[in-house]
Structure formats: C-alpha cells, structure tokens
T-cell receptor, first 113, second 115 residues
Framework: EAGVAQSPRYKIIEKRQSVAFWCNPI?????LYWYQQILGQGPKLLIQ????????DSQLPKDRFSAERLKGVDSTLKIQPAKLEDSAVYLC???????????FGPGTRLTVL | AQSVSQHNHHVILSEAASLELGCNYS??????LFWYVQYPGQHLQLLLK??????LVKGIKGFEAEFIKSKFSFNLRKPSVQWSDTAEYFC?????????????FGTGTLLAVQP
C-alpha cells in the first residue's frame, strides 16, 4: 500500500516570498491533516479536512496560510507571504475516517531566510 | 487547553538497558492516547495506542505503555532496548469521541542507544 506522498521534500525561500506544498493521501482516506513541526517541538495541527470540507482550522494563521482539498483527494498548503518563524517541517497525514489511525508523510522541510 | 508533557528530552542508554519514557497530559475528559516513533530519516509511525479497556497496551517491537488515569500518565516502557530503537518518540493525545481527530503532541524524547 502506497503511503502519504508529499512534495517538495525541501524548500528554501526568502521572507515575504510565497510557497506551496502538495500532499497526496493514502487512497480512500477521507480525512487529511496538515501539521507544522518547529524544531524542538512536537507537530501542531494546522488544518483538518473531512473529504473536501474543513473540520478544524483553529490554529491556521489565516492571514498568511491557506489550504484546500478541492476534490477530496490531494491537498495543497500555501504560505503567502512567508516569515522567518514559518521555518519548520510541514507534515501531511491521512486517516481512513476521522476516528482512525493517522498515517504520516515524510514532510516538507521549509527554511525561510 | 489540552497539553502533553514529556519530561525527558534526551535519553542515552546502553543496549539491553530498560527504558521508561514519561508522558503526562492535561485533560479531564475521555482521551485516546498514542505513542509515535520517528526513526532517523523515516516518517512518523504509530508505536501503540490506547482507546479503552486494559490500561496496559502492547505495541510493536516489544514496546508497551500503561495508562494511569489518576496520574494523567501514559508512560512508554521496553524491558531491553536495542541499538535499532534509536529514534525520537512522541506522546500524543486526542479527545475521545470528539468532533475532530486532532492530535496534541508532546515535544518528543530523543533516545540514543549505544551498542
């Protein structure tokens, strides 16, 4: 079974630039999550989708971050404009449904200079 | 707000030593508890989970954890570690029966096992 795919794996940008991350969940998984993991901390949920609807985006900085999952499969997370404090690993996870085990992708390591 | 505390940030052990990693959470209601592991260069993966029932949970690779409700704890144990257990370990919690499946993670414990 293929796992959660993410791209790119690494990204370096300058502050105030824009960046987008892509996630392809495990086939058939209805629930998709984006987490932010800052160095030395545990992952923090940014947004959770159930199919193509948002379930929880309470910790998403909506002035600069946006995410979508238009067809209920792939998802993109965008940061515009980026700040230095956005440097982190962005993890995508998926689960069969909202109450099930979450499977994590390899993450995208973002460095903002 | 829910939070998860992992008191050991770095642990160094020799092979065959016993391991116990502490995890405490702050939430008075029903919770589901998890331990995730991240081996060097690999994804986060589930080690074990507790939803209900027997508070002593067994996971993969000989790991186990005990849920002690009165202490709000879910400590991870392994009687004899191996070099291949070198990894970062995360405790996580979510609300049982909640509307979302949001996981609240601790800050992680980096375990180094010396051969």
């Amino acid at each position: 079974e293929a796992g959660v795919a993410q791209s790119p794996r690494y990204k370096i940008i300058e502050k105030r630039q824009s960046v987008a991350f892509w996630c392809n969940p495990i086939s058939g998984h209805a629930t998709l999550y984006w987490y932010q993991q800052i160095l030395g901390q545990g992952p923090k949920l940014l947004i959770q989708f159930q199919n193509n609807g948002v379930v929880d985006d309470s910790q998403l900085p909506k002035d600069r971050f946006s995410a979508e999952r238009l067809k209920g499969v792939d998802s993109t997370l965008k940061i515009q404009p980026a700040k230095l404090e956005d440097s982190a690993v962005y993890l995508c996870a998926s689960s069969l449904d909202w109450g099930n085990e979450q499977f994590f992708g390899p993450g995208t390591r973002l460095t903002v200079l | 707000a829910q939070s998860v505390s992992q008191h050991n940030h770095h642990v160094i052990l020799s092979e065959a030593a016993s391991l116990e990693l502490g995890c405490n959470y702050s939430y008075g209601g029903t919770v589901n508890l998890f331990w995730y592991v991240q081996y060097p260069g690999q994804h986060l993966q589930l080690l074990l989970k507790y939803f209900s029932g027997d508070p002593l949970v067994k996971g993969i690779k000989g790991f186990e954890a005990e849920f002690i409700k009165s202490k709000f704890s879910f400590n991870l144990r392994k009687p004899s570690v191996q070099w291949s257990d070198t990894a970062e370990y995360f405790c996580a919690v979510n609300r049982g029966g909640g509307a979302t499946n949001k996981l609240i993670f601790g800050t992680g414990t980096l375990l180094a096992v010396q051969p």
